[in-house]
Each structure stands twice: as structure tokens, then as C-alpha cells.
């Protein structure tokens, strides 16, 4: 490769020309995500207030989403190998969520914008487009550890069977148990919370890069698939909106947990 | 009448400095009229490269007020002009002299990609048919203009100067133009994995950003380019696949 016949100036951490208010997104994104991680990670240590039974309904917070495992003594009914398992170390604390939220949560850290986004606000690398950087090595994603990022699609893989669990919730959450235990078709404020929930996931999961690539980005006479055509526009229509749909599916996921959590000591409100 | 000041950086180079210049405002303006009006009344001297002033030559790539912008298309009704308004060279190239740069570096890069290597023609004229769904794609790329905005502002080279490892967006956008081409046979993405250090951009958008075509660099071009690396290299799925059945990609 060629190189320059003389380096550019490098510049000190911060350093810019520009007169704009260019750290207010990355600080946002830093607030945003900061919040949710912390919130996530309270939320998956509960093992507690996951799901909602009460006034005949059956709600389950997307963060214990497929619940594999439940926790002794609690019976949220969609746990798909009973309670805890004896196997589990005892000087370990048990959840449910530990079983799965690391599955989402690689989704999103190998998500292509979330990487732009917390590389910016939270390793300032850079902090903003034609702003100083703090560091003088650079490795990108060219080489351990960032190299493997390449993972993202197999967490893809396993997010879109989340979403067929998450969207069973949502159909749970549409039919309501009365005293005789018959059950019935409703609409609960906590159904549209967990069926928007599916909407954003979905919107977010399946405008994903990598799903771009693997439903016919990856070949150059996609005419002669016209299946493969149809699925590419798709995803593609719904990759331009990809940050619009990460936050929106980010915020929404843990409100819904959050509704879940606050129902599990209230009462729902029946829409119909 | 309106009087903006530019801070225009003079120098080589060995160096150089900002100098202030005051200069009237007329409506309509863009700022590279404001910095032919400085040249001809207030500094003669003041090298800018310029040539079509419609956007489409790619000459006058400069930073206003530290974003890389063609001068011909930043229209001074869109700057504050309350401030002085900075104008500089582009940071990721050695000057030359006040706002010109040498950007040589990356006609060199333009030589080491593989170039398009059309499958036979399809007909006995000589000719081929392609399906417009297979070249919708790539007409997008096609629009670049070599402004070089998106290698300034690629953070990569602009401040890690990774200029011998890393061919930058311009280039990731041309390798993808030829790579998704219909017609194309050539292999490049072991160079782009390797030579030309795909893996050294991590997303941030910064180039499609600043691209005055409004290509979208990095969604369109370079983490499509990623995919097909990673199906290549780094899928081992994909890897006992091929094994398996014999296929190269």
C-alpha cells in the first residue's frame, strides 16, 4: 500500500474546530445505554415479580423471555424444564434471566449501529466525526478483540427465535382466565405493552445487517430469486430506520419489563 | 449589508497559521464565492482549488468550521455568521500550500484494487445482459465524485493515520461498485480483508455523514463488504459448508 508523502497533524483528545454542540449525541447515547445496562442487570438479579397471573391474565416480562428455568417456589407457567435445577451451584445466586438475556444482549453488542454508537460515546474512538481521539494505538476491528464482532449473525440466529417466544407472550397475553377457569379473548393495557414490545423487537431484529446480508445481500444476480428479492427489500426498507429501531425496541423492552414488574404488586387495567 | 469574518488558515507544509478576513455577505452566496471574494480583494495569494462549482468535481474539499465540506456547496445562509467562520484544509492529507492539499495518496490506493473483470459477453456482438434489480446496487456507489470528505473525515487515517493498512470508505465504496457488480468475476475480498483492512473501520458513520452525493457508505457499501468477509473468514458454519459441498463462497 502507499503511504503519504507526509503524516497529517494529529490532534489531543477532544480537540476540533467544530463550533457545534457534537457531544451531546454521544453523551445521550452514554446516558441511554448506561441506563439500560443497569437497569437490565438489577432487573435480571431479581428473579422476582417476572411475570403477572393476576385478574386472570398471563404476562411475562420479555427479560426472562424464554423462561427455561423457573425459580423455586414461583410458578410463572411458561417455564419450558420446570424450577430450578439441582444442578445449579448453590454459592451461585439463580435467575432466570441468566439463562437467556445473554443472548439479547450479544445481539445488540454485536449490532453494527450499536457498535458506531458505544465505540463513539463510550471508548471515544472517535468521540465525534473530526474530533480528537484520547489514544494514539488503534486496532479497530481488525484484530482481537473487536475481530470478534463477526459473530453478530449467529446472535441473530438465536434473537429471531426470541422473537417467536416473545410473540407466544403476546398471544398469552390476549386470552385472560376467569374463576371458573375458562379462558377468553381480551385486550389488557400490558397485551398492547407486550405486543409492541414484539413490534419493535421485530423491527429491530429483522432490519439487521447481517439478515440484509444472508437473505440475498451476499449475491449479485439476486433477479434470478425473486423470493430472495422480495425478503432483501424487506429487511432493507427496514435497515434505513436501524438506529430509529434499536432505541425504540431498547426503550420499549424495558418498559415492558418495568410494567410487568409493577403489575406483579397492582392490577391491570382491561381495555376490553 | 452583512460582514461575516472567515478564519482561513495560511500556510505550507512547514506550518502555518489562521488569518482573519473580513468580506461582505450577499444573498445566494455559497462559501467558496466568500473565499474568491477574499482572494481578489484582500489576499491574492490565498491558494483554493476549485473548478466546477456545481458539486460534481469534487475539488474544493476543505473543513468549515471543522467539518470537511465542499466550499461550492456550503451555502453561507446555513452558517452562523455571528462567529467567525473557520475554513481549513483537509486534515487527512499533507498541504500543500493554504487550502490545497495532496491527495495523490489515494490515486495510488485506486491502482491496488483488482479491477473489474467482466464474466464473457453473453452475446456474440460482444455484449452482455444484465437484470436492473442486480445493478440497482451499485449505481448508488457510482455517484461518488472523489471529494475525498469521507477519507478526511475517516478517523482511521484522518487521526491514526493508518494510510499503509486501511484503503479508507472512498476506496471501500469503489471495491464494493466492482464486488457487487453483476458482470464482475474477481475475487477481492481476501485483499480486503487483508491488504486493504476492512476490518480497521468500526462504523461510525462518519463518511456517510459528510458525503455530499448523500451515498450511504456505510450501510450500502462497507458492512455489506464486512458480510461478505465474514462469510469468507470468519463464519465457520460457512466455512464446513464449502468444505462439505465444494463451494467457494
Given at each position: 500500500m502507499p503511504t503519504t508523502t507526509a503524516p497529517a497533524t494529529r490532534r489531543g483528545f477532544?480537540?476540533?474546530?467544530?463550533?457545534?454542540?457534537?457531544w451531546i449525541t454521544p453523551v445521550l447515547t452514554f446516558l441511554g445505554l448506561s441506563a439500560f445496562v443497569g437497569y437490565s442487570t438489577w432487573a435480571a438479579f431479581q428473579?422476582?415479580?417476572?411475570f403477572f397471573n393476576g385478574n386472570g391474565a398471563d404476562y411475562l416480562s420479555p427479560f426472562y423471555s424464554p423462561v427455561l428455568f423457573d425459580v423455586a417456589g414461583q410458578k410463572s407457567g411458561h417455564a419450558l424444564f420446570g424450577t430450578q435445577p439441582s444442578w445449579w451451584p448453590g454459592f451461585l445466586p439463580f435467575s432466570p434471566a441468566f439463562l437467556i438475556l445473554w443472548a439479547p444482549a450479544g445481539f445488540r453488542l454485536t449490532c453494527y449501529y450499536y457498535r458506531g454508537a458505544y465505540y463513539k460515546a463510550f471508548w471515544a474512538d472517535p468521540p465525534s466525526c473530526a474530533v480528537g481521539e484520547p489514544r494514539k494505538k488503534y486496532l479497530g476491528e481488525n484484530s482481537l478483540p473487536l475481530i470478534i464482532q463477526n459473530v453478530h449473525r449467529y446472535f441473530l440466529y438465536v434473537a429471531i427465535g426470541f422473537l417467536f417466544f416473545l410473540s407466544y407472550d403476546a398471544w398469552r397475553a390476549m386470552w385472560f382466565t376467569n374463576a371458573a377457569g375458562e379462558e377468553s379473548f381480551g385486550i389488557g393495557f400490558g397485551t398492547i405493552v407486550l405486543s409492541l414490545n414484539v413490534v419493535f423487537l421485530g423491527g429491530y431484529t429483522l432490519g439487521c445487517h447481517s439478515l440484509r446480508h444472508l437473505v440475498?445481500?451476499?449475491?449479485?444476480?439476486?433477479?434470478?430469486?425473486p423470493l430472495r428479492h422480495k425478503c432483501y427489500s424487506c429487511v432493507s426498507g427496514l435497515n434505513k430506520r436501524h438506529m430509529l429501531w434499536a432505541w425504540c425496541s431498547l426503550f420499549w423492552v424495558g418498559f415492558t419489563d418495568v410494567y410487568v414488574r409493577f403489575l406483579a404488586d397492582k392490577i391491570d387495567f382491561r381495555v376490553l | 449589508m452583512t460582514t461575516a469574518t472567515f478564519k482561513i488558515w495560511r500556510g505550507d507544509a512547514e506550518g502555518g497559521d489562521f488569518k482573519d478576513y473580513d468580506t461582505e455577505i450577499t444573498e445566494g452566496m455559497v462559501v467558496l464565492d466568500a473565499v474568491h471574494q477574499i482572494q481578489a480583494e484582500l489576499a491574492n495569494d490565498l491558494a483554493v482549488r476549485w473548478n466546477?462549482?456545481?458539486?460534481?468535481?469534487?475539488?474544493?474539499?476543505a473543513e468549515v468550521n471543522g467539518m470537511p465540506r465542499l466550499l461550492c456547496m456550503t451555502r453561507m445562509d446555513t452558517i452562523d455568521i455571528d462567529k467567525p467562520i473557520t475554513i481549513e484544509p483537509i486534515k487527512a492529507f499533507p498541504t500543500m500550500k493554504d487550502l490545497v492539499t495532496d491527495v495523490s495518496w489515494n490515486f495510488e490506493v485506486k491502482k491496488t484494487i483488482k479491477k473489474f473483470n467482466p464474466r464473457p459477453p453473453d452475446a456474440e456482438d460482444g455484449t452482455w445482459r444484465m437484470a436492473q434489480e442486480d445493478v440497482d446496487r451499485v449505481q448508488e456507489f457510482r455517484k461518488c465524485i472523489e471529494c475525498f470528505l469521507c477519507q478526511d473525515v475517516c478517523h482511521v487515517l484522518r487521526d491514526h493515520q493508518k494510510t499503509e493498512e486501511f484503503i479508507g470508505p472512498r476506496f471501500l465504496v469503489y471495491t464494493a461498485a466492482l464486488d457487487m457488480h453483476p458482470l464482475d468475476t474477481e475475487d477481492r475480498l481476501e485483499d480486503l480483508k487483508d491488504a486493504h483492512g476492512i476490518g480497521f473501520c468500526n462504523i461510525t458513520k462518519c463518511c456517510t455523514h459528510v458525503c455530499p452525493e448523500h451515498i450511504t457508505i456505510t450501510d450500502n457499501a462497507i458492512i455489506p463488504l464486512k458480510e461478505r468477509v465474514a462469510d469468507r473468514f470468519y463464519d465457520p458454519l460457512k466455512k464446513l459448508f464449502r468444505r462439505l459441498f465444494g463451494k467457494k463462497s
Amino acid at each position: 500500500m502507499p503511504t503519504t508523502t507526509a503524516p497529517a497533524t494529529r490532534r489531543g483528545f477532544g480537540v476540533t474546530s467544530r463550533n457545534d454542540n457534537w457531544w451531546i449525541t454521544p453523551v445521550l447515547t452514554f446516558l441511554g445505554l448506561s441506563a439500560f445496562v443497569g437497569y437490565s442487570t438489577w432487573a435480571a438479579f431479581q428473579a422476582s415479580d417476572y411475570f403477572f397471573n393476576g385478574n386472570g391474565a398471563d404476562y411475562l416480562s420479555p427479560f426472562y423471555s424464554p423462561v427455561l428455568f423457573d425459580v423455586a417456589g414461583q410458578k410463572s407457567g411458561h417455564a419450558l424444564f420446570g424450577t430450578q435445577p439441582s444442578w445449579w451451584p448453590g454459592f451461585l445466586p439463580f435467575s432466570p434471566a441468566f439463562l437467556i438475556l445473554w443472548a439479547p444482549a450479544g445481539f445488540r453488542l454485536t449490532c453494527y449501529y450499536y457498535r458506531g454508537a458505544y465505540y463513539k460515546a463510550f471508548w471515544a474512538d472517535p468521540p465525534s466525526c473530526a474530533v480528537g481521539e484520547p489514544r494514539k494505538k488503534y486496532l479497530g476491528e481488525n484484530s482481537l478483540p473487536l475481530i470478534i464482532q463477526n459473530v453478530h449473525r449467529y446472535f441473530l440466529y438465536v434473537a429471531i427465535g426470541f422473537l417467536f417466544f416473545l410473540s407466544y407472550d403476546a398471544w398469552r397475553a390476549m386470552w385472560f382466565t376467569n374463576a371458573a377457569g375458562e379462558e377468553s379473548f381480551g385486550i389488557g393495557f400490558g397485551t398492547i405493552v407486550l405486543s409492541l414490545n414484539v413490534v419493535f423487537l421485530g423491527g429491530y431484529t429483522l432490519g439487521c445487517h447481517s439478515l440484509r446480508h444472508l437473505v440475498g445481500g451476499f449475491m449479485n444476480h439476486i433477479s434470478k430469486a425473486p423470493l430472495r428479492h422480495k425478503c432483501y427489500s424487506c429487511v432493507s426498507g427496514l435497515n434505513k430506520r436501524h438506529m430509529l429501531w434499536a432505541w425504540c425496541s431498547l426503550f420499549w423492552v424495558g418498559f415492558t419489563d418495568v410494567y410487568v414488574r409493577f403489575l406483579a404488586d397492582k392490577i391491570d387495567f382491561r381495555v376490553l | 449589508m452583512t460582514t461575516a469574518t472567515f478564519k482561513i488558515w495560511r500556510g505550507d507544509a512547514e506550518g502555518g497559521d489562521f488569518k482573519d478576513y473580513d468580506t461582505e455577505i450577499t444573498e445566494g452566496m455559497v462559501v467558496l464565492d466568500a473565499v474568491h471574494q477574499i482572494q481578489a480583494e484582500l489576499a491574492n495569494d490565498l491558494a483554493v482549488r476549485w473548478n466546477c462549482k456545481a458539486g460534481k468535481c469534487g475539488s474544493c474539499s476543505a473543513e468549515v468550521n471543522g467539518m470537511p465540506r465542499l466550499l461550492c456547496m456550503t451555502r453561507m445562509d446555513t452558517i452562523d455568521i455571528d462567529k467567525p467562520i473557520t475554513i481549513e484544509p483537509i486534515k487527512a492529507f499533507p498541504t500543500m500550500k493554504d487550502l490545497v492539499t495532496d491527495v495523490s495518496w489515494n490515486f495510488e490506493v485506486k491502482k491496488t484494487i483488482k479491477k473489474f473483470n467482466p464474466r464473457p459477453p453473453d452475446a456474440e456482438d460482444g455484449t452482455w445482459r444484465m437484470a436492473q434489480e442486480d445493478v440497482d446496487r451499485v449505481q448508488e456507489f457510482r455517484k461518488c465524485i472523489e471529494c475525498f470528505l469521507c477519507q478526511d473525515v475517516c478517523h482511521v487515517l484522518r487521526d491514526h493515520q493508518k494510510t499503509e493498512e486501511f484503503i479508507g470508505p472512498r476506496f471501500l465504496v469503489y471495491t464494493a461498485a466492482l464486488d457487487m457488480h453483476p458482470l464482475d468475476t474477481e475475487d477481492r475480498l481476501e485483499d480486503l480483508k487483508d491488504a486493504h483492512g476492512i476490518g480497521f473501520c468500526n462504523i461510525t458513520k462518519c463518511c456517510t455523514h459528510v458525503c455530499p452525493e448523500h451515498i450511504t457508505i456505510t450501510d450500502n457499501a462497507i458492512i455489506p463488504l464486512k458480510e461478505r468477509v465474514a462469510d469468507r473468514f470468519y463464519d465457520p458454519l460457512k466455512k464446513l459448508f464449502r468444505r462439505l459441498f465444494g463451494k467457494k463462497s
